[in-house]
């Protein structure tokens, strides 16, 4: 049976859509169910790069020069995908708290890895246990977008996929120099520790 969807009552007088957490219980889980479906379709692209990124570097470790700015590109587009799944686990669940709660949501106070880190006297805790992979992830994000160097000096693992980080913070060769390799093996396991607490989370709710 056909079925058509009002929508005007989700599109404000600009055009745009009214998205708001303090509707009914109902409607408020429905966006965070859209929410959780785009991060677990996302976290399905993460593995399927992360097969290519794997096939490639089998061919690149055998050649002296790592100049391959395609292989490049395709280490930041797992990291960035990988950032943003964490930092969507980190919203999905501190918004889902908020809400059980009976909290009116006005601003999402911990919507990522900088600021889960950072919070403060907060009883937003389950993540804890992953705090060495989000600084890992948040570094290797960071040097990505912002470090000058990282995208001059591009080098391949001999042992196994991996990535890596170059540079100086805030791009001042007076501080200390940062050069780190992460395995994916490593960033894989620490994205499934932190999926399985998620999942826990969201679906104890549900349940």
Same mark, same amino acid.
């Given at each position: 049976m056909k079925q058509t969807v009002n929508i005007d009552k989700y599109v404000g007088k600009n055009g745009k859509y009214i998205i708001s957490m303090n509707k009914t219980f109902k409607q408020a889980f429905s966006i965070l169910?859209?929410?959780?479906?785009?991060?677990?379709?996302?976290?399905?692209?993460?593995?399927r790069l992360c097969v290519e990124y794997t096939k490639k570097w089998k061919k690149e470790k055998t050649k002296w020069n790592n100049t391959n700015y395609e292989f490049a590109f395709l280490q930041e587009e797992i990291i960035y995908h990988m950032r943003?799944?964490?930092d969507d686990m980190i919203s999905i669940v501190w918004i889902q708290n908020q809400i059980e709660s009976q909290r009116y949501v006005d601003k999402i106070e911990i919507? $990522?890895?900088?600021?889960?880190?950072?919070?403060?006297? $907060?009883?937003f805790k389950c993540f804890d246990e992953c705090i060495e992979f989000l600084k890992i992830i948040n570094s290797i994000s960071n040097s990505y977008k912002h470090s000058v160097y990282q995208t001059v000096q591009i080098l391949i693992s001999?042992?196994?996929?991996?990535?890596?980080?170059?540079?100086?913070?805030?791009?001042?060769t007076n501080n200390e120099e940062g050069e780190?390799?992460?395995?994916?093996?490593?960033?894989?396991e620490g994205l499934e520790k932190m999926l399985n607490i998620y999942l826990g989370e969201v679906y104890e709710t549900i349940l």
């Open positions: 169910e859209l929410k959780h479906i785009n991060l677990m379709l996302r976290i399905n692209r993460i593995n943003r799944v964490v919507d $990522s890895i900088g600021r889960y880190l950072n919070k403060k006297n $907060s009883d001999r042992e196994e996929p991996s990535f890596y980080v170059y540079g100086y913070k805030s791009n001042d780190y390799l992460y395995s994916q093996t490593e960033l894989l």
